[in-house]
């Protein structure tokens, strides 16, 4: 198939079909940040950290880097006067819920925090953990529950016990790819593989009690 | 229907529907009551059980025609009954007026006139298309239903029904069909209006083994149901419109996804696919063409954001109801990953009228961008409301005063929303705004699917922003963060907002999250999330800044900004609020004014609604200046 050329912030570029805009971009030499998207895992399109200015025939839209494909004769800008807006409030949002984001990235994109009301949380919702034990290591142990602001990570107990023991502390195991660093020791005091527990399914993180119980209740558990 | 015959060519479809035809009598006396939601909430069913039993009774069964249709339209006064062919139309029936209704008008031909509607000069009017509400409205897609009782194909058949489709699989190319389609300018009515014409052919154009057309019934805005009373009242008519799209699009499934909320709407297509499979108008080979054609009913758990087009299609794929990023349109990789058709339940019913009509006399009805009717559903603080149809250009101060009768109890008006949790707030002086997708939506509201929702003065902006999104963060999926964070937050702010709390930087908190949101949120839910703060703030920033700088809430909603007091110049001392106060804060001797204790006061609001319109002496205040008020009152008293 052949080449598909495309501008990346003003230089000319080529790509193979089917590349996102995040690899040409960065094989361009662009910094991007990603959080949700990992080398092997299909692109998930949550954080939208990686949004770009996608320019054609002089309309210009955002979208999400990591799961637009290269398509000819557009113009993409990586850090267009927008596209710092937007990952600035973007960060602005998640550093509400995780406190110990990259300083280095709120400092880049001059993060104005404090704004947001707190949601330490720290649980990002990034997805990484669960589409790693579905699609590389195709045991579905983990799950998503809930929706909007209430949606969380849950481990179904039963298939824990069954197939945590098999990553658990080994380098293929999900608490590895946790970016949110504070989850993996978390969840490594609380696998599920460790504990002796009935409930059907339960959060990743515990918030608290109540929320434990909600979680049983959204699956029929209670 | 009678007996049980395959129709296996266009001149057997042509035969049977003579035979209907004929063996009617269009001066036959028809009794059709509603039993749309409205009606049936004000228990229609009852008074259609009154009807079947006195018409046996009264030895009229044989010559009248009973049948419980599908939403008049008029659901403020229901249950409606309208008896044909005058037109003669009852409101506010009850199983107790049935008889006197048989009596008089069935067998007398006289009329009840207390069941009729009463203008504003008091007088009666008897004839459906007089009452106001009506008179203004243009019914196309919508008028059949009093005149067809859902379960009835032959009802449907009478009317014209399926002409549309033996005319385009037996006399139309499926190029021309497209081409009727695009020329008539029908643009979609479940949201962003976009041309369906142009949808079809996009998801004809690549090559594919398999296609499919789809009826999103999946009305998730809260208030709205055009798409219920269509599917309820006249199931056939969305069912045709997606069976000459299948043809022209070159599909032999077709999906049905209705939210279970509906189940009345779910019965009425199941049984109508049944009737048309028997006789053959739906299976292989319709009418010995060729065309194959099948339709699947799918039952959505009817979640705001399974009305998106990627959630929906994976709802019936059997996965979660999340969107997919949406790079790839759904008409080259849709449902199973294939070429894929979606449209709104209206926008199905409108195409065997264009079929049939012909994309010119469409055209003729509309503006130069949009053409055609549309559905509303009126609600709110308006004295008519229901379900209208009206031309597209049509403007909203026809709509909410002419059709709608103005605001209730003659209040002044504020705003009204159009487009659902997606739209935005039109003011007062933009009235003159006509119906129109680009108007709407150069207003900073949107068409939507037709949910329109009047404000009276005493409504706060600002606390209608935070319903809407306290409505959307329910439905979020939480799948991205610009949408589940930002409506979180944005919340948190209109909360601060409307307990006094907020700060002047909050506005531009709220720009912020909201623009971010309207180009990074994955879908269609959360990019359109922030349009009715947005829209508030652009029409009515005075009073998000009452809220700020002044603490003071304009509406008079906001609990933790409002206090009530007595005008004591005005009180005349009857005492009816202080028999409604729950809490005992009002006091006085009767005849002289009377006063309320704050402290004690839980602002119930009661003391407010019993004050008689004529005196309005009980009047809210600021918070603020309560303590002040009431001193000046003891002030007052102790002189
Ligand atoms: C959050 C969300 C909810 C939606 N809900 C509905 C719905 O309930 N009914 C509907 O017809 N379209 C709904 N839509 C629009 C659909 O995605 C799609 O555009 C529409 O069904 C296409 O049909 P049309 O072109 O005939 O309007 C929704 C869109 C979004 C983003
Ligand atoms: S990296 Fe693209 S959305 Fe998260
Ligand atoms: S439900 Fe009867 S008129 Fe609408």
Redesign the pocket.
Known sequence: MSEIKLKINGEEVTAEPGTMLLDAARKAGAEIPTLCNLEGLEPFGACRLCVVELIRGGRSRIVASCLYPVEEGIDVLTESEKVVRYRRNILELLEARWPLIDKALLEKYKVNTGRMARRDNFCIMCGICVRHCSERRKLNVLGFVGRGIERQVVSYTMRAKEFCPECFDKELSCLKFCPTGVIVNDCATRCPASRDEEAFAKPIRVRDDDNAIAVKKSLGDL | MSEIEKLLNPSDFEAFQKKIVEGRDPNRTAVAVCSGPGCLAYASGKVFDRFKVELLESGLAEEVTLAQTGCHGFCERGPSVVILPDEICYLRVSPDDVKEIIETTLRGGGIVERLLYKGEDGLPVQKESDIPFYKHQQKVVFGDNKRIDPRSIDDYIARGGYTALVKAITTMSPETVIAEVKESGLR?????G?P?GA?WEATAKPPADTRYVIV?A????PGAYM?RGILEGNPHSVIEGLMIGGYAIGANEGYIYVRQEYPLAIDNVLYALEVLREIGLLGENILGTGFNFDIIVHKGAGA??S???SALMSAIEGRVGEPRPKYIRTSISGLRGKPSC????E?WANVPLIINKGADWFKSIGTEGSKGTKIFSLVGNVKNTGLVEVPMGMTLRQIIFDIGGGIRDDKEFKAVQTGGP?GGVIPEDMLDLHVDYDELYAAGSMMG?GGMIVMDKDTCMVNVAKYFLEFLSDESCGKCVPCRDGIDQLLEVLQRLTSGNALEEDLELIEDISLMMKECAL???GQ?APNPVLSSIKYFKDEYIAHIAEKRCPGGVCKALIAYTIDKEKCIGCGKCMKVCPVAAITGEKKSPHKINNALCVKCDSCYQECPAKVQAVTKIRQADVITAFATSEEAANE
């Open positions: 979609g009515r479940g949201g962003g976009f369906a949808k999103n999946d009305e998730g805005d798409d705001f954001v009305g998106e087009s979606l449209n709104n339940v926008t997606s699917s879908c269609g839910l359109s």
